[in-house]
């Protein structure tokens, strides 16, 4: 069994930045994609971005220029990196991995991430 492990939300003040991490159980080169999502406040959970272990990646329109995915394999995990926040990416984030196109994937805990005005 997979298990994922989100770390570094917090509280920034807009035009700051945040580092999110998710730390794999296993090796994180068995993932087919990793993925960073978010939920705001009484609204439907998101995609903020993407990486294949092809090495492509994708943003969501709202972060781009902004957030930066990454994958560490020294540490078996993959990161987020946030610059320049605003208020409306306050959110909790969430990371998925799925190991295979064709099977269902693992989700981490989620991690409060605020950004104040």
């Known amino acids: 069994q997979v298990q994922l492990v989100e770390s570094g939300g917090g509280l920034v003040q807009a035009g700051g930045s945040l580092r999110l991490s998710c730390a794999a159980s296993?090796?994180?080169?068995?993932?087919?994609?990793m993925n960073w999502y978010r939920q705001p406040p009484g609204k439907q959970r998101e995609l903020v971005a993407t990486l294949t272990s092809g090495g492509r990646i994708t943003y969501g329109e709202p972060v781009k220029g902004r957030f930066s995915i990454s994958r560490d394999n020294a540490k078996n995990s993959w990161d987020l990196q946030m610059n320049s926040l605003k208020p409306e990416d306050t959110a909790v984030y969430f990371c998925?991995?799925?190991?295979?196109?064709?099977?269902?994937?693992?989700w981490g805990q989620g991690t409060q991430v605020t950004v104040s005005s």
């Open positions: 998925y991995g799925n190991l295979s196109p064709y099977a269902g994937g693992y």
């Open positions: 296993g090796d994180v080169r068995q993932f087919f994609t």
